[in-house]
């Protein structure tokens, strides 16, 4: 098991930008990823997004653009070790296919919201999507 960065910089990060989170508001995040032009390694953790410190993670998906052609899965979890599987066996091989969170976590630490496969991947093209909302006793301006 490794920790990839391969989505967040460079090449692999074809994602939309997350504004500055204010307390109380739910930012949304999009991230595409396309396994045909980035291999993912079956059991290795990529991050996604970051979340500061007392987040709420919110309504993640994954939608299957591009099936992979197996009855292949992927994970979404809360970090890099799977603490909480946020979309759990999110299916790659039927199109269209949205698998939803069952419910929301707070997460009192920062951390990376993380997909990890359940074989390797390299066909598949799929987005994940979710809400992220900032808890703060202080006052942000």
């Not at 074809?14 to 396309?34: L, S, T």
């Not at 996604?48 to 992927?74: C, K, M, N, Q, S």
Request: hydrophobic residues 40%.
């Amino acid at each position: 098991m490794a920790v990839q960065t391969t989505f967040m910089t460079g090449a692999g990060a074809k994602n939309y930008g997350v504004a500055k989170q204010h307390p109380g508001q739910e930012a949304e995040v999009v991230r595409y990823i396309d396994a045909s032009a980035n291999n993912l390694t079956s059991g290795d953790y990529y991050r996604l997004f970051y979340y500061e410190a007392d987040t709420e993670l919110i309504d993640f998906h994954v939608i299957t653009e591009t099936v992979e052609g197996a009855a292949d899965t992927v994970d979404i979890t809360d970090d890099e070790t799977g603490t909480n599987v946020l979309v759990s066996n999110a299916d790659l091989n039927t199109d269209n296919n949205v698998a939803k969170q069952s419910a929301n976590i707070f997460k009192s630490a920062a951390g990376y919201v993380c997909v990890r496969p359940d074989a390797a991947i390299g066909t598949a093209k799929f987005w994940v999507t979710g809400k992220m909302k900032k808890f703060s006793t202080t006052v942000d301006r």
